[in-house]
């Protein structure tokens, strides 16, 4: 029985091992850990309670070796992303005084979409209408982030 108890843990170890080093859906931690729980109740029943937390001791220690191996080996570095993104968010001050700027929109607005005006191009939204690619639009509101545009025959006739 000893032989099927010492495979059966390294069968989940190593597979708790492959969830972390390659994350996925759990299938391979789900599996791993129902091996170790199998392992410790496998001692439990064969050995006694006094082996089963040794067991579960050991294999502590084992985990945390074998962490530490793959920390010195350089591989923990290549699956751990230490990368920041230290993007701002949209600066709203760009939007300011450009009520009543005229431009054109670069895709159909449904009712949202991308117009380009001076040459910048700013995610806009229509009052709830379809305005078709290339039509002149005017922007009536800025809330925030929300740029409000109308089709300039509209602005024409308020």
């Not at 607005?109 to 039509?135: E, M, N, Q, Y």
């Amino acid at each position: 029985m000893l032989p099927w108890i010492i495979l059966l843990c390294v069968v989940g170890l190593v597979l708790v091992f492959a969830e972390m080093l390659m994350p996925g859906f759990g299938i391979f931690g789900i599996l791993g850990a129902i091996c170790l729980l199998g392992t410790s109740m496998l001692v439990a029943k064969v050995y006694g309670i006094a082996a089963f937390l040794i067991t579960v001791v050991l294999l502590v220690i084992v985990f945390w070796v074998m962490i530490a191996i793959v920390k010195k080996t350089g591989l923990y570095n290549k699956v751990v992303l230490r990368d920041k993104q230290e993007m701002k968010d949209f600066d709203e001050s760009t939007l300011e005084g450009m009520v009543g700027a005229e431009g054109l929109t670069q895709t159909t607005l449904r009712p949202f979409g991308v117009a380009v005006f001076d040459g910048k191009h700013i995610d806009v939204t229509s009052d709830g209408d379809f305005i078709d690619r290339g039509c002149k639009v005017r922007i009536v509101k800025i809330s925030g982030k929300t740029v409000t545009v109308v089709p300039c025959e509209e602005t024409d006739h308020t």
